[in-house]
Structures are given as C-alpha cells and as structure tokens.
C-alpha cells in the first residue's frame, strides 16, 4: 500500500487522502471454516496418510495452536458461537435443530420448498454487522447455518455483502445439489434466493446416474470466494468467512487426478451402502474419498494465499484456518483408521476432547511469529473480541450489548496478544465451558481439570495426566467436582428449544 508523503504546504485534498490511507490500514481477515476435520487430519498435526502442502506451510510460516477449541461438537452451534461471541450456555443456537418444509421441483427432481437450521438471534449482533461497523465490506461463502430460508436471520439481513453456497446444512449433504443460495449486493439482489444447478438436474439424485451431475457445489463456492478476493481493492478493508463443506459427508468429488493417485494408495478400500433419508449416496474409496477432499481443501487453501499474494493483500490480511468441530464417522468416513495414534477420545456430537479440539492456525505475513506452537487455550467465542481488538474498535463490548436484550452478554476474550507473540501479556480465560442438547452433555475445562456432564452425571478427568480421559477420577476429587459443577449452574440459561441435564 503506497504511503501518503507529508510536505510543506500540504493540501486539504491531500490531507483527506492521508486519513482515507489510514483507514485502508486496517487489516483485511479472512476465517476458513472447514466442515468436521479432525485435529489429527493434517500433516502438520501429525496425520501421516494425507497430503497437506499448504497448510502445514501456513503453520510453519504462522501459528499453529494445540489447545483451539470449537465452540461446539456439530456444526450449527459451534458456527453461531463464533458470530456471536458466546458459548453455547448463552447463545440462541445450541444444536442442529432444522426446518424444512414443502416442496419444489428441480427438473424431475422434488425438493424442499424451505429449508435451513434454527435463527441466531437478532436481538444480539453477530460478527458480520460488527465488521460492517468498523467499515468493511463482508462475504461469506459456504454454509450460513444461522437460521432457514426466509427466516429472520439469512445473510441479507445479518451484513453480510455477499453469500453463496448453502442456507441449509442438511442440503450440504450433497454435493452436486438441485439448487445453492446467493445473496449479492453486487448482483442486485434483495434478499437470499436459490439459483438452480441447471446441469445437476438434468441427472438423478441418488444411484449410477448421480455422478454423471457436473457442478460441484465446493469448487463452485471456492471460485466465488476467489472471485470475491479478486474485486477487493485498497479503498476499503474486508471481511470474509469462507465455510467450505469439505471434508464432510457425502464422500464424493470429482474423479480427478487427485483423486486418483489416493485410490492407487488405499488398495483395498471401503465401499458405503449410501443413505437416503441423509442424503448420502452410495459410494466405493471411502478412504480415498476422504484422503483426497482433504487435500482438495488444502488446495484451496493454497489458492487462496495465492491470491492474496498476487493481490498485494498479505502484508496486510489476516488468515485463519480451522474447524467446525471433530472428525465424523457418517457417510462412510473412517475416523479411527486415520487418527491411529488415537492422541484424542471422541469424535464429532461428543464434548470429549476428540469431539471439540480442533486443528487452528494463524497466519499473517511479517505480523505473526513464523513457526510458532501456541498452547494457550482459546475457543471460537473469543474470535469476535479479537478481531475487534485487532481493528482497534473501541466499541467492544459496552455499544454492542443490547439494552433491551435480558442478560446480553459476550463470552469471549480476545486473544491479539498471544497471536502477534506477545504471551505473557495475554489475559487467560478462567474455564471453557460448552453444552449440547442431541447427546445431553455438558462439559467445562478449568486449567487441566475437564468436568463432563453425561445425562446429568459427572465424570472429571485431569488433561495433564490423561489426554485421552480415560480415567474418571470424580469420586477422588469431590471438591472439584462441585466446584466446576457451580461453573455449569453459573453459565447455563435455560434455552427453550435446547435443553439439557444439570448436574
């Protein structure tokens, strides 16, 4: 970005370009938000079967933390805590609790007419209008996963600029969909809508003739977002949130070199029966499948860097990777045959640590210490305050709680310090809490002490000893047990769409 000179006899004009630079200094983000990888799925984790170039150099030149935590163990609450700003004791979303109703046809194909996951609230702001507040411009590109179609809270109504990809979580079940949402100020669009993946319908949903459909819908949202990248200029900071489907379920992509070379290692390979009522196909090289969507995603990301490079942008953007929550085993996915080290117990709907760990890494050029391991905790609550820390947005937290909103709160801290290397200045949380209605469990992490809360029974382990929290000491240590059990009864509001059993 060129600098403005201050000479003598300096103009008005002048001095307005001069403070039009000043705000172009404020850094572009961008968040990768991938869709139920593991901690252990990439190379600079120590997976050992998959290919991750790009990411593991994106760790080596930034930061990579070992104790990030999403902010749920499934997908539509782990997202709202980090528009939010709140954990899942407080926030409006705690599950995946769907809407769908109706029904619409695509060529010959039936559909639904509506369709999508419970509303974040909107008497609470989210991190896109808090960006747009600070100026910038906003996308995202991906799964919204913040309320159904039509619903008080889609993207047109939550500042986001620019959407495409899924409303519907359950629609991103497939990957060659009947139909993806858009919603564009640049297109003129006034609201959300569906475009219809024209080529798709034109072949069947389910069996042989599904993979004859042609527009997959994760390459389709990766090009957007690149498109995206490419139109933004130094006039004004962006934000964008780029929640790619991959490595979800269904496994299925196209039948492409990289694909390819992962079937030539996995031989034999797993085969998937499919089902239908989740709308998952049948499918052969369910490990290549897998093995590759992986890589397809560090591809992308690869791409992404790339841009930005060309650009000019990434002395001046920050950069974060991560996942929704823990590795799935639906679909025909294999969690334990590529987790063999086995560092973590539970996968995905689980709030052991397998479950809610996730792999995060920071990167921005010449601000983030290159080759960093961080261990400080964090979760995907203190997302919202650091990127208002970074900007430097005064407002946070006081002007963004809602008056008339009982108990508005945040739950976050922000973490600036600990990412630009400054550690022995970061503010530490004083426990992490997290609950989830579908399996009835609750967990809170005080230092190393890990409470779980299955169907209203106590389980406590100690991380510094037991990282895989085999060993239920609860009845050895009552006194904590009681005292992070008054941390649950402190932090849970009763929800009436999402409950769940106290201690």
Same mark, same amino acid.
């Given at each position: 970005?060129?600098?403005?000179?201050?000479?003598?006899? =300096?103009?008005?004009?002048? /001095? +307005?370009?001069?403070?039009?630079?000043?705000?172009?200094?404020?850094?572009?983000?961008?968040? /990768?938000?991938?869709?139920?990888?593991?901690?252990?799925?990439?190379?600079?984790?120590?997976?050992?079967?998959?290919? =991750?170039?790009?990411?593991?150099?994106?760790?080596?030149?930034?930061?990579?933390?070992?104790?990030?935590?999403? !902010? #749920? $163990?499934?997908?539509?609450?782990?997202?709202? #805590?980090?528009?939010?700003?709140?954990?899942?004791?407080?926030?409006?979303?705690?599950?995946?609790?769907?809407?769908? @109703?109706?029904?619409?046809?695509?060529?010959?194909?039936?559909?639904?007419?509506? #369709?999508?996951?419970?509303?974040?609230?909107?008497?609470?702001?989210?991190?896109?209008?808090?960006?747009?507040?600070?100026?910038?411009?906003?996308?995202?590109?991906?799964?919204?996963?913040?309320?159904?179609?039509?619903?008080?809270?889609?993207?047109?109504?939550?500042?986001?600029?620019?959407?495409?990809?899924?409303?519907?979580?359950?629609?991103?079940?497939?990957?060659?969909?009947?139909?993806?949402?858009?919603? #564009?100020?640049?297109?003129?669009?006034?609201?959300?809508?569906?475009?219809?993946?024209?080529?798709?319908?034109?072949?069947?949903?389910?069996?042989?003739?599904?993979?004859?459909?042609?527009?997959?819908?994760?390459?389709? /949202?990766?090009?957007?977002?690149?498109?995206?990248?490419?139109?933004?200029?130094?006039?004004?900071?962006?934000? !964008?949130?780029?929640?790619? +489907?991959? $490595?979800?379920?269904?496994?299925?992509?196209?039948?492409?070199?990289?694909?390819?070379?992962?079937?030539?290692?996995?031989?034999?390979?797993?085969?998937?029966?499919?089902?239908?009522?989740?709308?998952?196909?049948?499918?052969?090289?369910?490990?290549?499948?897998?093995?590759?969507?992986?890589?397809?995603?560090?591809?992308?990301?690869?791409?992404?860097?790339?841009?930005?490079?060309?650009?000019?942008? @990434?002395?001046? =953007?920050?950069?974060?990777? @991560?996942?929704?929550?823990?590795?799935?085993?639906?679909?025909?996915?294999?969690?334990?045959?590529?987790?063999?080290?086995?560092?973590?117990?539970?996968?995905?709907?689980?709030?052991?640590?397998?479950?809610?760990?996730?792999?995060?890494?920071?990167?921005?050029?010449?601000?983030?210490?290159?080759?960093?391991?961080?261990?400080?905790? /964090?979760? *995907?609550?203190?997302?919202?305050? =650091?990127?208002?820390?970074?900007?430097?947005?005064?407002?946070?937290?006081?002007?963004?709680?809602?008056?008339?909103?009982?108990?508005?709160?945040?739950?976050?801290?922000? *973490?600036?310090?600990?990412?630009?290397?400054?550690?022995?200045?970061?503010?530490?949380?004083?426990?992490?809490?997290?609950?989830?209605?579908? +399996?009835?469990?609750?967990?809170?992490?005080?230092?190393?002490?890990?409470?779980?809360?299955?169907?209203?029974?106590?389980?406590?382990?100690?991380? @510094?000893?037991?990282?895989?929290?085999?060993?239920?000491?609860?009845?050895?240590? $009552?006194?904590?047990?009681?005292?992070?059990?008054?941390?649950?009864?402190?932090?849970?509001? $009763?929800?009436?769409?999402?409950?769940?059993?106290?201690?």
């Amino acid at each position: 970005m060129k600098k403005v000179p201050l000479l003598l006899g =300096t103009s008005l004009l002048s /001095i +307005t370009s001069m403070a039009q630079n000043n705000e172009q200094q404020k850094p572009n983000i961008i968040f /990768i938000l991938c869709d139920d990888m593991g901690y252990a799925d990439l190379g600079c984790y120590g997976q050992k079967y998959i290919s =991750t170039p790009n990411l593991d150099k994106m760790a080596e030149e930034g930061m990579r933390f070992t104790q990030a935590y999403a !902010g #749920s $163990p499934v997908s539509a609450p782990s997202r709202a #805590s980090l528009m939010t700003g709140q954990h899942t004791g407080h926030c409006e979303i705690r599950g995946n609790k769907e809407y769908r @109703s109706g029904e619409i046809t695509y060529g010959k194909h039936i559909d639904f007419a509506v #369709s999508g996951q419970h509303p974040l609230d909107t008497a609470h702001i989210v991190l896109p209008e808090v960006m747009k507040r600070n100026g910038y411009t906003t996308a995202q590109f991906g799964k919204w996963a913040g309320g159904y179609e039509g619903s008080i809270s889609t993207p047109d109504k939550r500042g986001v600029d620019e959407f495409y990809g899924y409303i519907c979580q359950f629609i991103a079940h497939q990957y060659y969909p009947n139909f993806l949402n858009r919603y #564009s100020v640049l297109k003129g669009d006034s609201a959300t809508i569906r475009v219809a993946m024209d080529k798709n319908i034109k072949c069947a949903m389910h069996g042989n003739g599904y993979l004859k459909r042609k527009q997959y819908s994760a390459d389709l /949202i990766h090009q957007e977002a690149l498109n995206w990248i490419e139109q933004q200029t130094d006039n004004q900071p962006f934000y !964008g949130l780029f929640t790619y +489907t991959l $490595p979800h379920a269904e496994l299925v992509q196209p039948n492409d070199k990289l694909l390819k070379r992962y079937k030539r290692l996995f031989k034999p390979d797993k085969t998937y029966a499919g089902d239908n009522g989740s709308r998952y196909n049948a499918i052969d090289h369910t490990h290549a499948q897998f093995a590759a969507m992986v890589s397809r995603l560090d591809a992308y990301v690869g791409e992404i860097l790339a841009k930005l490079e060309e650009k000019g942008f @990434s002395e001046n =953007t920050l950069v974060i990777f @991560s996942s929704d929550n823990g590795p799935h085993e639906e679909g025909g996915a294999d969690p334990y045959f590529f987790n063999r080290d086995g560092l973590l117990r539970g996968l995905k709907r689980q709030t052991h640590e397998g479950g809610i760990r996730v792999p995060f890494i920071a990167y921005w050029k010449g601000k983030i210490p290159s080759g960093r391991v961080n261990e400080t905790p /964090i979760a *995907f609550w203190d997302i919202l305050p =650091t990127f208002c820390d970074i900007l430097g947005d005064e407002n946070y937290p006081n002007n963004y709680l809602n008056p008339n909103k009982k108990d508005d709160c945040f739950d976050g801290i922000s *973490f600036k310090n600990t990412l630009l290397g400054n550690d022995e200045n970061q503010e530490k949380h004083d426990f992490l809490y997290w609950e989830f209605n579908e +399996t009835n469990q609750i967990a809170v992490r005080q230092g190393d002490w890990k409470l779980i809360v299955k169907n209203g029974v106590c389980h406590l382990y100690d991380l @510094s000893l037991d990282l895989h929290e085999d060993n239920d000491v609860a009845n050895q240590y $009552p006194n904590i047990v009681e005292k992070l059990k008054q941390i649950v009864y402190e932090q849970h509001s $009763p929800s009436p769409h999402f409950n769940v059993t106290l201690p």
